[in-house]
């Protein structure tokens, strides 16, 4: 008798679903111990995920594709039966989107597909300018909306630097620039917790004030760049410098027709430049380095800058003449040009701690870095709210271009 009403009670519940039911066999399942995964770049760039498969009674094959950017994926077991994968996740910069996963048989036929949300965040506090550089005239007046995010307090946004070229006010979210005179420098801009008053980010504008430069250019036939075909539009930010270079026989086409502004800036390219820009001196002696051909059209202005102190080869024997220069070098070979040429170096930015690569800038060339970001000679790029100065990065002939003017223009000293 007890046997039968336990019997009964065990279908009573089983139809109102009190117990647990058995997964039939080949009726395969997929769970996850989150339903959202939330990866914070501020406090870890990684994250775990078991993923519990069930119902499948032979080994299969778990697949996962993401179309998070940022996101790299890697299992810890790959291969199991009816039992648990974990899935490693690791973010590299903000980005939102599913985790797609598929088991498949041994036959490599699909059982099941399923999906999982995935968010990289950056819950660092971060200040960032509607532009990072901005050109003006005497008296124009230009206002750049200010952006705060990441986890953040009651804040304040106060001006903590100027250049005497401009005047530069907090303006509600928004930094306002009233051009003053003939100059360049940076604008920097912090952002304070109001209780305690702590600094928790910062950003930088770097302002160039000068003559307008594309009215300059009268278009047409008798525009400097005009017989190129790729050299980009009047309005364009690099037209003044590609102008500039050409008319002061800096720089020539890659071919009658191509300037290639987007083509990488070689080594031998740029210390051909600064050659042209000396004067192009004659220079004696052999060639210090073996891989210079001496035919080569950077020959001469290689033999000049090594023995001027101008620049150096990668080692005692070669100089890598059709490498690419990167930003860092273009800085120390300008600096080291502006040295002897009577150029002026002594402006220097305060440190290079508003960039945050900053730790990635080689020794021999923070000091020359320092001088031409307050120059204005080279800027920064905004990547999730940060500032790069890409020290490693190399440079195109365009933006090597808009570099030689202003290094021209900016640096010069004037005659006593």
Sequence with gaps: MKHKIFALLLTAALLLGLLPTATAAGTPTLQFDTTHVWIDLATSAYASVDVTVGGIATAYRLEVQSDVAGLAAHWVNAYMTDGRNTLRLRGSRIGSGELVFRIYSNQDALLLTQTLRIDVIDSTPRLTAEALSVDLTPGTVRSLALTAAGTLPTYELRCEARTDCVAAEIDGGALRLTAQKIGHGFVTVGLYAKAG???????????????????????????????????????????????FVLQAGLFNGTDARHFEPDGSMTRGMLVTVLWRLAGKPEAEGALPFADVDANAYYAEPIRWAAQNGVVNGVDAAHFEPDGRVTREQIATILFRYAEKHGYRTDARLNGLELFYDEGYVSQYAYEALRWATAEGLIGGSAENGRLLLDPGGSATRAQVATILMRFVQNCRAEPA
């Design 197 to 243: 008053g702590k600094k928790l980010a910062a950003c930088a504008v770097l302002v160039n004030v000068n003559e307008r430069q594309a009215a300059s250019c009268p278009g047409g036939e008798a525009c400097p760049s005009a017989s190129f075909l790729d050299t980009p539009e009047a309005d364009h930010w690099a037209h003044g410098g590609i102008d």
